[in-house]
C-alpha cells in the first residue's frame, strides 16, 4: 500500500468522495456562497462611501474567504469524524499524506468555486473594472492562493477536527497562519483591479509569496497532517 | 520625573502579573502535593 | 515533609531569593539611580522592564519549539519534554503580554499613539496569538500522548510560521509610507548605569523564567500523574462492575 500508484489511487479516492459528498448535499451552493455574498452586502452596507468600496474590495473579497473557508474546513471534518471514518482509514494502514492531499484536493476546487463567485460579486456590487490582463493576473491569484488555503485549511482543520470546541479552536489556530496569504492575495488582487492606481504589474511578486506558501504548505501538511490527526 | 504615571504603570503591571503568576502555580503546586505519592514527586 | 514543600526544593528557595533581591536592586537603579537618556528622557525607565520580559518571552519559546522537537525525535518519547513545552510556552504568553502592554505605553509616550503598524509590533501580536492557540490545543482532551504529539506538532509549525508572517508584514509595511516618529532605536546612548540595569534586567528576567519553569512543570507533572491514576480508578470500578 506504500507504492506512489497507490498512494495516488487514495488521493483520488478521497478527494472524489470528499466531492461527491459536497455535490449530493450541495452545501457549498445552497449555504455558504449564500452566507458568502450576504457578507459582501454587509461590507457594502458598513463601508458606504463613495469610491471606498471600489478601493478595498480586494480585501473584502479575501476576507469573506477566509470566513466562508472556515464553515468549509469544518464541514469537510464534520463529515469524517462523525462516523470515525478517519480512524478507520488510519487502522487500515492507508497513508496519511495521501489522505491530506485528497481532502486538500476536494477543499481547494470548493475554495476556487467559492473565491470566484466572490470576484464576480465584487465586479457586480462594487463596480471593480479589469483589463484582460488583470483577468489573467486574477486568475493566477486565485489559483496560488486557493493552493495554500487549502493545504494549509485541510492540516489545521484535521488537528481540531476530533475535538470538543473545535468552532472556536479552528480560527484561532487557522487565521493568523493564514495573514500571509491574506496580506499576498490582496495587494496581487488590488493589481489585478487597478484599485488605487495600482499597475498589473505590480502584483506579480506577491503572488510570488503566494506560491512560496503554497509549496510550504502542502509539503508540510503532507508530512505534519498523519502526527497531527493521530488518535 | 516625567511621565512618572507610565513609567510606575508599565513596571506595576509587570510586577503584578508576575507575581499574580507564580503565586498562582506555588498554591497550584501545593494544593496538588497535598494528595501525591512521593514517587509522584521525585524532586524532594 | 512531600505534603508541605509543594513544587519547591531548597535549590528553588534560593534561586527565589536571588531573583528577587536581583529585581529589587534594578528597581533601583532602573526607577532612581540610572540617568535620563539624552534622546528618550524619562520613559528609558520603561526599557529596563520592557526589553528583558520581550527576552524572555523569546526565550521561552525558543524553549517550547526546542523541547517539542526533543520530544518528537527522541526514542523513548518522554513527557517531561512535552511538560517542559508547555510550560515555557505559558510563561512565554504571559511574558509577550507584558512587553505588548509596556512597549505600547512606551509607545504612547515616545510616537504618541499606543500602536504602529511596524512589522516587529504586529508580528509580536501574531507571536501572541498563535502561542495562546497552542496552549489552547493543550487543553484538547484526549491521553497525555495526543496531547504531547499535537501541541510538538505545533510548536514546530509556529517556527514556520512566524518567519513567514514576519515577513510578509515586512513587505506590507514596504509599500505603505513609514510611520511619520522619528526611530527611537538608532542613537540611544547607555552610560555605564544604564547599561548595567539593562543586563541586570535581562540576567534577573532569565532567573525568573528558570524558576517559573521548574514551579510549572513540576505543577504539570503532578497534574498528568492525578489524572492518569483517576483513569485507574475509574478502570478498576469499570472492571469491578463488569465482573460484579
Partial sequence: MSSAASKRRVTIAVARKDLTIEWNSRILVNQVAPFAA???????????????????????????????????????????????????????????????????????????VLELLLVATAVVLYGVEMTLAGFCEAIVTLLVATVGLGSVGTLYGGLAAGARGRETLLPLLLLPVVAPVLIGAT??????????????????????????FAVLFCAVGTVAFGPLVDE | MKHASFIFGSWGITAVSVAAYAVWIIRRGRELAKHATSEEMPWT | MAGQSGTGTSATRRLGIVVILMLGVLALCGLWFSAEDVVQGSTVRIMYIHVPSIWTAYIAFAMTAVCSGVYLSAKNRSLAWDRVAGASGEIGVLFVAVSLVTGSMWGRLTWGTYW????????????????????????????????????????????????????????????????????????VELDGLMLFSLFLGLIAFTLLFVWLLLHRQRAMMLEDAFSDRGLDVAITARRNEAGA
Fill in chain 1, 187 to 212: 495587494r496581487a488582487t488590488e493589481a489585478a483591479f487597478g484599485s488605487g492606481g495600482t499597475t498589473v504589474s505590480e502584483g506579480w511578486p506577491w503572488i510570488g509569496l503566494l506560491l512560496v
Fill in chain 1, 38 to 112: 450576504i457578507v459582501m452586502v454587509l461590507f457594502a452596507f458598513a463601508l458606504d462611501n463613495d469610491g471606498i468600496l471600489q478601493r478595498v474590495a480586494p480585501g473584502l473579497v479575501w476576507l469573506a474567504t477566509l470566513f466562508s473557508m472556515l464553515v468549509v474546513i469544518q464541514r469537510s471534518f464534520t463529515v469524517e469524524s462523525a462516523d470515525g471514518a478517519l480512524d478507520a482509514l488510519r487502522v487500515a494502514g492507508i497513508d496519511m499524506g495521501a489522505i491530506f492531499a485528497g481532502k486538500a484536493i476536494a477543499l481547494m476546487v470548493q475554495l476556487f
Fill in chain 3, 116 to 187: 504602529v503598524w511596524d512589522a516587529r509590533l504586529t508580528s509580536t501580536a501574531f507571536l501572541f496569538i498563535t502561542y495562546i492557540g497552542y496552549l489552547a490545543v493543550r487543553q484538547l482532551g484526549g491521553t497525555h500522548r495526543q496531547r504531547a504529539r499535537r501541541s510538538s506538532v505545533l510548536a514546530l509549525l509556529a517556527i514556520l510560521e512566524i518567519p513567514l508572517v514576519h515577513f510578509s508584514v515586512s513587505l506590507w509595511r514596504s509599500l505603505h509610507q513609514e510611520a511619520s516618529v522619528a526611530n527611537p532605536n538608532a542613537k
